[in-house]
């Protein structure tokens, strides 16, 4: 519930986050009993490092504020789409919000737009696409797993999100989206994309519109710029993004005598005069040593307005 | 309310090939407006009531020296498909580069031009006087051919300005001047700071001429509030200017000089029934902002140079649990910032972060990354306001 418009205190139902550090956060539904594996229903009790949390005691508490767990405390905050990727069950390999947020900008993606995504997966993507299109605009979403495809309407549902978004089951690439003219933006996370271009265009509006693929690796890339050029795309330009995270340390190098050296002829004594010795300090911008060094490369093209439309 | 044709008083990109310029048509119809598009004069007020798209430069053939004038156009030819006939070698092993490849002087190019020859046929011109043109291999032809087009390609598009558009052409034109801040820093920003319609938003714009609240105003179409959170007069607005927005888009933006809401705040506190002297008002639009109080705000961005103190006392407008993105060229302030967030224990997720941004070249056999990139983009502080 709580996707859709912001609250200040938790109703039942809604989807919460519980934060602890950053390594630790948990996505919760907020009621009262929850089902073990063998499908009996129990007291929603959920477990962390820190304690147990009655969960149906989050109701009406504020978002912003702590929680308390039997041995310590967290925070509870409000769902966004950032936190959603980073705490969903994960069906598929998903995209992280740096692709994400590239892909919202540069689909010109604004409330009101019509988007169509194929494949699904996870859902991550499209949380953030409904975010971006609410409340006027309606985004298709297909994947040929009818699983998944089950899983993530009942997600949206859930997240009360359900009127901004269709979910189907359909194998893009064989049977295309049978949406004609509609759309104002075209996602493609397939292993095949190309194979998906004549129904994309097919689905695009006439009066233009824009197309995303993503896609690991370069042979793939290669082929979907080849079948966008031949169908008669413009402005196509492949490109990729990271985040660099920083740490921030205050760092003090102690004046030990393994450093101690100069060529000219001075005493035992440093500059000052004097024979104490005095570390350095300072503040320093640590980057990661490991860093995700590639996700995908993104295709983007503009579907340009067809002569057929008049103004 | 999609406008789709190009008026007067409105922006407008004039794009030949990569190279873009930003263009605002006169307010008065009738009158002419001359543009440059290279090296060439281009009548642009020739386009206007065609909607956007693209435009072939047409010579007026009475008086060849005056500005081109643009005529809807569908039938752009690539130069690589018109000279596809010719001969191409295996390599470059017999070429050098003298310079005298090219039997047309300078002179003669403009002659030429003067003469009222389309870019077409100039570059026809430029391959026929070529020594070297047919034993060049096809690829070296390809980018030979692309490099002439930029230059003389007699097709411009006529664009309506979007976000994405305005955010690469100021980036490109001067980085500093919008405090570095690359497109998919933008891009970051508005998927962190939690954009969304019917949300109340503050932004604090220390020089980036509004591109970040001109792509909240897109985004959001009319729903919901955006603050322009200001201490002094100098209003950042050019990039909202190019956007062309309807006064329906812009209903969500609301101007709020940071020492007037200061004063408000004060007077509620006191429930002072005295009269305040007027404070100094910046006229900025001719909105009066209905108070805008600490703790309401769903999402915050501060960009600026010098981000401390400012965003501390900022993020006093943002509501628990809201987002906050803290933006700056430079990362020094932001390890001070990070830190005092830290120590006073007002935020949790908090990131330090930059985005590195690449573009590849996808041509058949002649893939790879893109020769030139950029070296930064700025860097973001975000996080997410907690009550301790």
Not at chain 1, 21 to 47: C, H, R, S, W
Not at chain 1, 145 to 171: M, P, Y
Not at chain 1, 299 to 304: G, K, N, S, Y
Not at chain 2, 206 to 213: E, F, K, P, Y
Request: aromatic content about 8%.
């Amino acid at each position: 519930m709580s996707f859709a418009k912001t609250k200040h205190a938790v109703e039942e139902g809604d989807t919460v986050i519980i934060y602890v550090n950053p390594q630790a956060m948990y996505a919760i539904q907020v009621k009262p009993l929850i089902a073990t594996k063998k499908g009996d229903m129990v007291e929603n009790i959920f477990q962390t490092a820190y304690g147990a949390l009655k969960v149906q005691e989050l109701v009406g508490k504020k978002f912003g504020h702590k929680v308390q767990f039997s041995r310590g405390w967290g925070y509870l905050l409000h769902p966004t789409p950032e936190l959603w990727t980073l705490n969903l069950l994960h069906r598929t390999q998903i995209l992280y919000t740096p692709d994400i947020s590239l892909i919202v900008m540069q689909l010109d993606l604004k409330a009101g737009s019509i988007v169509v995504e194929s494949g699904t997966g996870s859902g991550s993507l499209s949380h953030a696409i409904i975010r971006a299109i609410a409340p006027t605009g309606h985004l298709h979403t297909f994947d040929f797993h009818q699983q998944r495809v089950e899983i993530v309407t009942k997600e949206f549902i859930d997240h009360g999100l359900e009127t901004f978004v269709t979910a189907k089951q359909r194998d893009a690439c064989k049977d295309g989206f049978d949406l004609e003219d509609t759309a104002d933006a075209v996602f493609l996370d397939l292993p095949n994309p190309w194979l998906a271009i004549s129904h994309a265009v097919k689905a695009l509006k006439n009066s233009g519109g824009r197309i995303c693929t993503f896609s690991p690796c370069i042979e793939q890339t290669q082929k979907t710029c080849e079948a966008l050029v031949a169908k008669g795309f413009k402005c196509i330009e492949t490109m990729e993004c990271l985040q660099r995270e920083f740490q921030v340390k205050n760092i003090t190098l102690p004046d030990v005598d393994d450093y101690n050296f100069s060529f000219s002829q001075t005493t035992d004594k440093d500059s000052e005069g004097n024979g104490k010795k005095e570390g350095r300090k300072f503040r320093a911008l640590l980057p990661a040593l490991q860093m995700a060094g590639h996700t995908g490369y993104l295709t983007f093209a503009t579907w340009p307005r067809q002569s057929s439309v008049q103004i | 309310m999609d406008v789709n044709l190009i008026l007067n008083d409105h922006f407008v990109l004039v794009q030949r090939k990569s190279q873009m310029s930003l263009h605002q048509l006169p307010k008065k119809e009738g009158k002419q407006w001359t543009i440059k598009v290279g090296r060439d004069l281009v009548d642009l007020s020739s386009a206007l009531g065609k909607p956007h798209g693209t435009f072939k430069l047409s010579r007026n053939e009475e008086n060849k020296s005056k500005a081109f004038s643009l005529v809807p156009s569908n039938d752009v030819v690539e130069m690589k498909e018109k000279l596809k006939d010719l001969n191409s070698g295996e390599n470059n092993k017999e070429i050098w580069d003298d310079g005298k490849s090219q039997q047309l002087k300078k002179e003669d190019i403009e002659e030429l031009r003067g003469q009222g020859l389309t870019g077409s046929e100039i570059v026809t011109q430029l391959v026929e006087n070529s020594k070297t043109f047919q034993i060049k291999t096809e690829f070296s032809q390809e980018k030979y051919l692309s490099k002439k087009e930029e230059k003389y390609s007699e097709w411009v598009e006529i664009l309506k300005p979007n976000i994405r558009h305005l955010a690469k052409y100021f980036h490109s034109q001067d980085p500093m001047q919008i405090l570095n801040l690359r497109p998919d820093t933008l891009a970051m920003i508005m998927s962190l700071a939690n954009i969304k319609s019917n949300g109340k938003f503050g932004v604090f714009d220390g020089g980036c001429q509004g591109l970040v609240t001109a792509a909240i105003l897109d985004r959001i179409q009319g729903f919901g509030t955006v603050w322009n959170l200001c201490l002094k007069g100098i209003s950042q607005k050019r990039v909202i200017q190019a956007m062309n927005f309807s006064p329906e888009q812009l209903k969500p933006l609301k101007n709020a000089n940071l020492h007037k809401v200061k004063e408000s705040l004060k007077k509620e506190e006191n429930g002072d029934g005295d009269e305040v002297p007027a404070a100094k008002i910046i006229k900025l639009d001719e909105d009066a902002p209905q108070p805008l109080e600490l703790g309401s705000l769903d999402g915050l961005v501060v960009l600026c140079r010098r981000p401390n103190a400012i965003a501390k006392e900022l993020v006093k407008l943002l509501a628990p649990s809201g987002n906050f993105v803290i933006f700056c060229p430079y990362s020094e302030p932001l390890c001070e910032t990070y830190t005092d967030f830290r120590e006073c224990n007002l935020a949790v997720n908090l990131k330090l972060t930059e985005a590195w941004f690449r573009l590849h070249q996808v041509l058949p056999l002649r893939t790879h990354p893109e020769v030139n990139m950029s070296g930064s983009g700025g860097y973001i502080l975000s996080g997410i306001k907690v009550v301790s």
